[in-house]
């Protein structure tokens, strides 16, 4: 009964390939977002959508594309992946755009070698 | 600018003993805010929450205090436990619910 659920939890791939991770929660939430932290544990947001809207894009390179098919699927696609983007990539959701708590997912880990 | 910090990243403590975690935030105009907690491999995990027309809110073992005037955040756990070792964030909502996070402390708890 995982509440927001990520995959893959560890994704190892080289520079210059392109890959995606998977965000679904079943908290009938309406915003989702991605955030990354980095190897100093810093949280910054990159996306939020709500239901399916784009509400927040973080001066986030154009690399990284958010789709969302529904209000409880956030997907994260990263095309010619760097080695910067290494790092714990985390989905979350609330309820409602403001004044609310989010619930994260336990995270991606991607490696890029 | 906006930024939420904390004054020590690291925090050993004394099981059983109280823990007392700092922030400090610089924006004014904020008006909710939040302590999660991330244990290794997982993540932030909700713990407690205030509003800014609050001073003071508290949980089971948790007590957050708010000082608007110095805008200053604590979070305080009683009777800390090993189960308690984990990095604790601050955190302020900021528009459209975007949080932003403070640096984060390791809580280390020794028995």
């Known amino acids: 009964d995982t509440a927001v659920s990520q995959t893959p939890k560890y994704l190892v791939t080289q520079m210059g390939n392109d890959k995606s991770i998977k965000c679904e929660q079943n908290l009938g939430h309406d915003t989702m977002y991605w955030y990354k932290q980095d190897s100093k544990k810093f949280l910054k947001i990159m996306f939020s959508?709500?239901?399916?809207?784009?509400?927040i894009n973080e001066t986030v390179p154009n690399r990284f594309s958010p789709k969302s098919p529904d209000k409880a699927h956030l997907n994260l696609h990263i095309n010619s992946l760097e080695l910067g983007d290494s790092a714990v990539y985390f989905c979350a959701s609330s309820p409602r755009e403001g004044g609310s708590p989010l619930h994260f997912g336990n995270g991606t880990r991607l490696t890029v070698t | 600018g906006e930024s939420v910090g904390l004054h020590l990243p690291t925090l050993s403590v004394q099981e059983g003993d109280n823990s007392i975690i700092n922030c400090a935030y610089s924006?004014?105009?904020?008006?909710?805010f939040i302590w999660y907690k991330q244990e290794s491999g997982k993540g932030p995990q909700f713990i407690i929450d205030i509003r800014s027309n609050m001073d003071k809110r508290q949980g089971q073992r948790v007590t957050v205090l708010l000082n608007k005037t110095v805008k200053h955040l604590s979070l305080q756990i009683a009777a800390t436990q090993p189960g308690d070792s984990a990095v604790y964030f601050c955190?302020?909502?900021?528009?459209?619910?975007?949080?932003?996070f403070g640096a984060g402390t390791r809580l280390a708890v020794h028995p």
């Open positions: 955190a302020r909502a900021g528009g459209y619910n975007k949080l932003i």
């Open positions: 959508y709500n239901n399916k809207e784009l509400i």
């Open positions: 924006n004014s105009a904020s008006d909710y």
